[in-house]
């Protein structure tokens, strides 16, 4: 297998990259090892501000409404948070004083959303609130075990029978301003929640509830459908495993579906995550990026990893892999010249994309923007029209022997935790 750019990772930063190079007619493949930060995901796309005309038409294109109001929002637990570039279902207000009364509303037999506790801390700010369950005949078969009375099932019938939500909620409601409901709506029809909020004579807020997050995982089944329409190889449920390096390039990867098929590409794009995702792993010794062998921006000194005091900043959460100002990735000190690094892999080492969201799709479209400069498109024969002097004599990465030798494979290099581990698979 053959593209232009392959992209590691199917996070935010991967999906940015991914649908970005696509629109631009560049062919493009994204290994996707599973769950991402967006599984999780708030609803706020943090350390970004209104969005930028290119991220504004890309979440139009991808049927993500976002809107923006510098405020807050409420959390799960009835507090509330700064924030500002937001889905649209979340809402976002000017002071966590956002009514007079509310109707909180939880579905019978639903654990992950902690109306109790919301509440509680609603009447800290002053809010009067009143907590009903509601029980639907499509949720029966759910309630019969809490493992599956889970946000996303429960989602799935939602989309369906919204409508009966809104029928109970107006009988329940009295002289409730405000209506709080779990952030279980709009899965698969993204207009859901607004359908909703019209449906219902006061203020709706939907809450967050426990993982997974419903709104987060509709944003990544908008990427994905938006990366795939524009003819994106979405390889989902795959693993890096390894990659080919020789001459400070990369030549392929090696996932763990495809085994010997290695994917060979002009440009490889790192957006693996951080140690939530294993786009970095740590062990006692080191921290290390396992699919390349990057180098980590980290103390060498574990003693100097974390801070004592629990509630600090903890400066393991800062580390990321080195790449240099173009976001060249940096191993063994030097640049790989085709790869590059998007996402929180980075970690804070460039404060300049910001952080949270913000990193990952400040970096992605920084990463996009490096190889569209340098991109040269392919003749007839697979060849790069543009000859690099790192190529080998035919002047043609794609017609390399498949079989490396073992200098290719950074197996020989000095071993760093998993990617000792993920060579011997080769
Ligand atoms: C639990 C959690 C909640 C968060 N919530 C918010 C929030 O609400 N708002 C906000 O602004 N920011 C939030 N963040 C910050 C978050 O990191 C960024 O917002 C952003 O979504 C990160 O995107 P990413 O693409 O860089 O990484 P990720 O979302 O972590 O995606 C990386 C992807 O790469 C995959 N991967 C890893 N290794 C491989 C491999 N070898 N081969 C193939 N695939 C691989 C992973 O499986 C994962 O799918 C949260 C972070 C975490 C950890």
Same mark, same amino acid.
């Given at each position: 297998?053959?593209?232009?750019?392959?992209?590691?990772?199917?996070?935010?930063?991967?999906?940015?990259?991914?649908?970005?190079?696509?629109?631009?007619?560049?062919?493009?493949?994204?290994?996707?090892?599973?769950?991402?930060?967006?599984?999780? /995901?708030?609803?706020?796309?943090?350390?970004?501000?209104?969005?930028?005309?290119?991220?504004?038409?890309?979440?139009?294109?991808?049927?993500?409404?976002?809107?923006?109001?510098?405020?807050?929002?409420?959390?799960?637990?009835?507090?509330?948070?700064?924030?500002?570039?937001?889905?649209?279902?979340?809402?976002? /207000?000017?002071?966590?004083?956002?009514?007079?009364?509310?109707?909180?509303?939880?579905?019978?037999?639903?654990?992950?959303?902690?109306?109790?506790?919301?509440?509680?801390?609603?009447?800290?700010?002053?809010?009067?609130?009143?907590?009903? /369950?509601?029980?639907?005949?499509?949720?029966?078969?759910?309630?019969?075990?809490?493992?599956?009375?889970?946000?996303?099932?429960?989602?799935?019938?939602?989309?369906?029978?919204?409508?009966?939500?809104?029928?109970?909620?107006?009988?329940?409601?009295?002289?409730?301003?405000?209506?709080?409901?779990?952030?279980?709506?709009?899965?698969?029809?993204?207009?859901?929640?607004?359908?909703?909020?019209?449906?219902?004579?006061?203020?709706?807020? /939907?809450?967050?509830?426990?993982?997974?997050?419903?709104?987060?995982?509709?944003?990544?089944?908008?990427?994905?459908?938006?990366?795939?329409?524009?003819?994106?190889?979405?390889?989902?449920?795959?693993?890096?495993?390894?990659?080919?390096?020789?001459?400070?390039?990369?030549?392929?990867?090696?996932?763990?579906?495809?085994?010997?098929?290695?994917?060979?590409?002009?440009?490889?794009?790192?957006?693996?995550?951080?140690?939530?995702?294993?786009?970095?792993?740590?062990?006692?010794?080191?921290?290390?990026?396992?699919?390349?062998?990057?180098?980590?921006?980290?103390?060498?000194?574990?003693?100097?990893?974390?801070?004592?005091?629990?509630?600090?900043?903890?400066?393991?959460?800062?580390?990321?892999?080195?790449?240099?100002?173009?976001?060249?990735?940096?191993?063994?000190?030097?640049?790989?010249?085709?790869?590059?690094?998007?996402?929180?892999?980075?970690?804070?080492?460039?404060?300049?994309?910001?952080?949270?969201?913000?990193?990952?799709?400040?970096?992605?479209?920084?990463?996009?923007?490096?190889?569209?400069?340098?991109?040269?498109?392919?003749?007839?024969?697979?060849?790069?029209?543009?000859?690099?002097?790192?190529?080998?004599?035919?002047?043609?990465?794609?017609?390399?022997?498949?079989?490396?030798?073992?200098?290719?494979?950074?197996?020989?290099?000095?071993?760093?935790?998993?990617?000792?581990?993920?060579?011997?698979?080769?």
């Amino acid at each position: 297998m053959k593209f232009d750019v392959v992209i590691v990772g199917g996070g935010l930063a991967g999906m940015t990259t991914g649908i970005s190079l696509q629109k631009e007619g560049l062919s493009t493949a994204i290994i996707s090892g599973g769950q991402n930060a967006l599984h999780f /995901f708030s609803g706020t796309f943090e350390s970004l501000s209104a969005p930028e005309p290119r991220l504004a038409t890309l979440f139009q294109e991808a049927g993500i409404h976002v809107h923006y109001k510098e405020g807050v929002r409420l959390m799960p637990l009835g507090t509330f948070r700064p924030s500002a570039l937001s889905l649209e279902d979340i809402s976002l /207000f000017e002071t966590p004083k956002i009514g007079r009364r509310a109707l909180v509303v939880n579905f019978l037999g639903y654990h992950d959303f902690f109306s109790s506790f919301l509440a509680e801390g609603l009447e800290k700010e002053g809010l009067e609130c009143r907590i009903r /369950f509601i029980s639907l005949p499509e949720l029966e078969q759910l309630q019969l075990s809490p493992s599956e009375m889970r946000s996303v099932q429960i989602a799935r019938k939602m989309d369906r029978v919204w409508e009966k939500v809104v029928q109970e909620v107006r009988v329940l409601l009295k002289d409730e301003d405000t209506v709080i409901l779990p952030q279980v709506f709009g899965l698969l029809d993204p207009s859901v929640p607004g359908r909703i909020r019209q449906g219902i004579p006061a203020q709706v807020v /939907f809450a967050g509830t426990m993982p997974p997050s419903v709104p987060g995982i509709r944003t990544q089944m908008l990427l994905k459908r938006r990366y795939e329409v524009l003819g994106g190889t979405f390889l989902g449920g795959d693993e890096a495993v390894s990659a080919h390096i020789h001459g400070g390039r990369v030549h392929s990867v090696v996932t763990r579906n495809l085994d010997s098929h290695y994917i060979e590409a002009q440009w490889f794009i790192l957006a693996t995550g951080g140690y939530f995702s294993k786009g970095l792993r740590s062990n006692p010794f080191e921290i290390s990026e396992p699919v390349f062998g990057l180098d980590v921006e980290a103390s060498e000194d574990r003693n100097q990893w974390y801070n004592p005091s629990f509630q600090a900043d903890q400066p393991y959460m800062g580390y990321g892999v080195k790449a240099d100002s173009s976001l060249h990735g940096i191993r063994e000190g030097a640049p790989l010249e085709n790869l590059f690094v998007a996402g929180s892999v980075l970690g804070s080492t460039h404060p300049e994309f910001g952080s949270a969201a913000g990193l990952a799709i400040n970096s992605a479209f920084a990463a996009c923007d490096q190889i569209l400069r340098r991109h040269a498109p392919q003749d007839d024969t697979g060849c790069h029209s543009e000859r690099s002097p790192k190529q080998d004599d035919t002047g043609c990465h794609s017609e390399r022997s498949p079989k490396l030798d073992d200098t290719d494979c950074h197996s020989e290099r000095s071993p760093k935790g998993g990617v000792e581990e993920s060579q011997k698979e080769m």
